[in-house]
């Protein structure tokens, strides 16, 4: 069993849809990371939340962490193909030390 | 370009050999942390530095497998006797202690 579960595992949308991801955990985080990573390529840190009910914008990317600190969502407005990749979240226990990865949600934009 | 850096970044061995990867960091970061990823699975924790002390090693680390970080700078992670379940992506981080994690471009191993 995962400690952090992501869906959908696979998204295939139209461009200019808009999608939510979800990361969901029984564990409460310090922090949590969203990362996107291409294919045959290291994970790239999009956002870090801290603070329960806190959201963060990144141009169409929207993050938020829940107020118990154990979920968090990334929607994403307008989709364009070049959101096609791997997200992954990752939960941090003891601030700063092992990353808790989910298992990815695989983003496929069709132009 | 300062960014954490793997070499090499394809590795293709034969089953029973030895491997080694190497891990530059982000120079002014003291932690530095192996994960592995396989196909379709997000990356799995190894084991960590806080500057050459290793400070805590998953399961998943088995005895065919060592990471030193002798300088405190760049690291090296060895397996011994490769197997067929071994082969991956093996990613390197860096980071401010309490900080964020940037990883590197990952050695995509291939045991056959």
């Known amino acids: 069993t995962q400690l952090l579960e992501q869906s959908p595992q696979f998204l295939s949308i139209q461009e200019g849809e808009n999608l939510t991801v979800y990361c969901n955990s029984s564990?409460?985080?310090?922090?949590l990371q969203w990362y996107r990573q291409e294919p045959g390529e290291g994970p790239v840190l999009l956002v870090t939340?801290?603070?329960?009910?806190e959201v963060k914008k990144l141009k169409r990317l929207t993050f938020q962490f829940g107020d118990a600190r154990k979920d968090s969502s990334l929607h994403i407005t307008a989709a364009q193909p070049g959101d096609t990749g791997l997200y992954l979240c990752?939960?941090?226990?003891?601030?700063?030390?092992?990353?808790?990865f989910g298992g990815g949600t695989r983003l496929m934009v069709k132009p | 370009d300062t960014g954490v850096s793997q070499d090499p970044r394809h590795k293709i061995t034969k089953r029973g050999q030895n491997v080694t990867f190497r891990c530059d960091p982000i120079?002014?970061?003291?932690?530095l942390y192996w994960y592995r990823q396989t196909l379709g699975q997000g990356p799995e924790f190894l084991t960590y530095?806080?500057?050459?002390?290793?400070?805590?090693k998953s399961r998943l680390l088995s005895d065919r497998f060592s990471a030193e970080r002798p300088k405190g700078s760049f690291s090296t992670l060895e397996i011994q006797r490769t197997e067929q379940g071994d082969s991956a992506m093996y990613l390197c981080?860096?980071?401010?202690?309490?900080?964020?994690?940037?990883f590197g471009p990952g050695t995509r191993l291939t045991v056959l």
């Open positions: 981080a860096s980071s401010l202690a309490g900080g964020e994690q940037f």
């Open positions: 564990s409460v985080f310090s922090s």
């Open positions: 939340v801290v603070t329960g009910g």
């Open positions: 990752a939960g941090d226990q003891n601030a700063g030390n092992m990353l808790t």
């Open positions: 120079s002014e970061h003291n932690r």
């Open positions: 530095f806080q500057n050459e002390a290793q400070l805590e």
